[in-house]
């Protein structure tokens, strides 16, 4: 969303390595970032993803359990804090509903034929998919690509190393112990760099011998 809106407020708060919730509580609440309380900070996380999925103020006020004019206050305050993220939105459906489609950053295109209906759900669906594709779709890009590179780069070699699972943007791999700095220090370049962004691409690391006892790993 930052990379697409050009929003420089958001782009500022990813360039600057803070916690994106938090920052976004911050600018929300009109507090310095280090005063954000965890239930503010819970706020900024649901108002990212809400406006992703193009939530209304009933729908937020349910999901974070406040009083509807509490949650239309978040709403217009998010947008005052973010300005160009509205702007792109309006566009994006502006174009959607002229050509019928929209694109992830890679090209890969998604018809919405929801935009002509005559239901008002329906159409409401459409336009709320329609902003969303571009950016949930472009993450999907990206750890596709991300994968494809690291396979290639893996059958190189013995296997040290199989990835076993995606999930969402997270890859599970096994790993013989004695390879899993080297590959590790692999994995984190090749899913930084799957698509290069106008804000930095941060992966996490974590190992561990089983998947509910992984600990951060610093590379």
Not at 30 to 45: A, H, S, Y
Not at 162 to 188: G, R, S, W, Y
Request: glycine share 6%; with cysteine.
């Amino acid at each position: 969303m930052a990379h697409l809106s050009e929003d420089p407020a958001l782009i500022a708060a990813f360039e600057s390595g803070d916690d994106i919730h938090a920052a976004t509580a911050a600018k929300i609440f009109n507090i310095p970032l280090d005063k954000v309380t965890r239930e503010q900070r819970m706020v900024g996380k649901t108002m990212n993803f809400a406006t992703l999925y193009g939530q209304g103020a009933h729908a937020l006020a349910q999901q974070l359990k406040v009083d509807y004019a509490t949650a239309r206050g978040y709403i217009d305050e998010y947008f005052a804090q973010f300005p160009k993220i509205k702007i792109w939105m309006n566009k994006t459906l502006e174009e959607a509903q002229e050509k019928g489609y929209v694109e992830t950053l890679g090209g890969r295109k998604r018809y919405f034929p929801e935009l002509q209906a005559s239901n008002h759900m329906m159409r409401s669906f459409g336009e709320r998919a329609a902003i969303n594709h571009p950016v949930q779709g472009t993450a999907a890009d990206m750890i596709k690509r991300a994968m494809i590179e690291i396979e290639k780069e893996l059958s190189l070699n013995p296997k040290p190393c199989t990835l076993i699972l995606q999930i969402h943007d997270e890859l599970l791999f096994e790993c013989d112990p004695k390879d899993v700095e080297n590959v590790a220090k692999m994995v984190k370049v090749k899913m930084e760099n799957a698509l290069k962004l106008s804000v930095p691409v941060i992966v996490d690391l974590k190992t561990g011998s089983n998947w509910g006892e992984m600990q951060p790993l610093e590379i």
